[in-house]
């Protein structure tokens, strides 16, 4: 189920680290919704996240930051449903009933969160459902973030992009390219480094490019 409104409710903010669940987090908490944890799912070895290809280190100084506890899920493709809905169903038991998500419009994606959290009767808000993509990304700059591009897919974006802060300059460069500049469509990825909702800016080194399953990653630590 997914619900409007999260207004005094304790919820936990499905966390990749980059622009779209930063400002899925940012609107539950405009809506008054009590944040408990942000969930951030990692792949087998724990090394990095699932998405977007963060280190451990960078996703916990962001969660520092942000003043909400980090609970960190590792899985495989194969088993990352049933750790996902593992981790949800220890949240309902915490008395953590609402999942704040950052989809935006492609059905597939709202469709496997509304079954996976009715699977434990834990109810969705999706705040940035169905809002235009260039509304959403105008909204963002707009409110003080900062994110950097960590990676792009090889056959949409070109490796430029990568270290790039997202700026209006880049969205329109991003347009010329050829794309969405949303990348609702997973053509690039980010890591949010300061803003609104951050005590302190997160300080990131670079160490290089890595490329894994079609995309081009940023090795990025984080910096004490």
């Known amino acids: 189920m997914v619900i409007t409104s999260i207004k005094g409710r304790p919820f936990f903010c499905s966390w990749s680290g ?7 987090l940012y609107h539950a908490l405009q809506n008054q919704g009590i944040p408990k944890a942000l969930l951030t799912m990692f792949i087998d070895d724990g090394q990095r996240s699932r998405s977007h290809g963060l280190p451990m280190g960078v996703i916990q100084q962001q969660a520092q930051a942000l003043g909400i506890p980090l609970i960190a899920r590792n899985a495989s493709w194969d088993k990352y449903e049933e750790v996902f809905t593992s981790a949800l169903r220890d949240f309902k038991q915490d008395e953590i009933g609402c999942g704040v998500f950052g989809d935006i419009d492609l059905e597939p994606h709202l469709e496997w969160v509304e079954r996976v959290c009715s699977s434990v009767a834990v109810e969705a808000y999706e705040p940035l459902w169905k809002k235009p993509r260039r509304e959403l990304l105008e909204e ?31 969205v329109l460069e991003m347009e010329e390219a050829g794309i969405d500049a949303s990348g609702e469509e997973g053509e690039y990825h980010t890591v949010v480094t300061s803003g609104p909702l951050m005590s302190s800016p997160i300080r990131i080194e670079t160490k290089g490019q890595v490329v894994r399953n079609g995309y081009c990653f940023l090795d990025i630590e984080a910096v004490n």
Not at 18 to 24: E, F, N, P, R, V
Not at 140 to 169: E, M, N
């Open 18 to 24: 980059g622009k779209d669940s930063c400002l899925a």
């Open 140 to 170: 963002f700059l707009h409110l003080g973030f900062t994110a950097t591009i960590v990676a792009v897919k090889q056959d949409a974006l070109d490796v430029g992009f990568l270290s790039r802060t997202l700026s209006k300059q880049v």
